[in-house]
């Protein structure tokens, strides 16, 4: 059983929000760096956002200043913020947790755990 368990996706119409929900398992949580990828029909897994083991925040190019991730108040959670969404963030999206070196922290190679995905759709 993967240690990690998304949620929160679903259909939402440009320029609306969705929050992402990852919830990591104690062991995973201490000492992992927490990401999100996502994937779209045809295309390779993509890096989205991640969380590392010393709280610095780094972002795709593609969603910077649009998303964000962060720590939630329940032990063990980490959100992901998604606004001003656009039809090209349609994918599915994916939690993962590693302890990639900071030089390869957006490749997902270096991430050893996945959660089962969540779909986010927009459309109008």
């Known amino acids: 059983q993967a240690p990690l368990l998304e949620s929160g996706g679903g259909l939402v119409q440009p320029g609306g929000s969705l929050r992402l929900s990852c919830l990591a398992s104690?062991?995973?949580?201490?000492?992992?760096?927490l990401g999100w990828f996502r994937q779209a029909p045809g295309k390779d897994r993509e890096f989205v956002a991640v969380?590392?083991?010393?709280?610095?925040?780094y972002y795709g190019d593609s969603v910077k200043g649009r998303f964000s991730i962060s720590r939630g108040d329940v032990k063990n959670t980490v959100y992901l913020q998604m606004n001003t969404l656009k039809p090209e963030d349609t994918a599915v999206y994916y939690c993962a947790a590693g302890r990639a070196v900071l030089s390869s922290i957006r490749d997902p190679n270096m991430y050893t755990s996945w959660g089962q995905g969540t779909q986010v759709t927009v459309s109008s």
């Open positions: 104690g062991s995973t949580s201490n000492s992992y760096h």
């Open positions: 969380l590392s083991r010393t709280s610095h925040t």
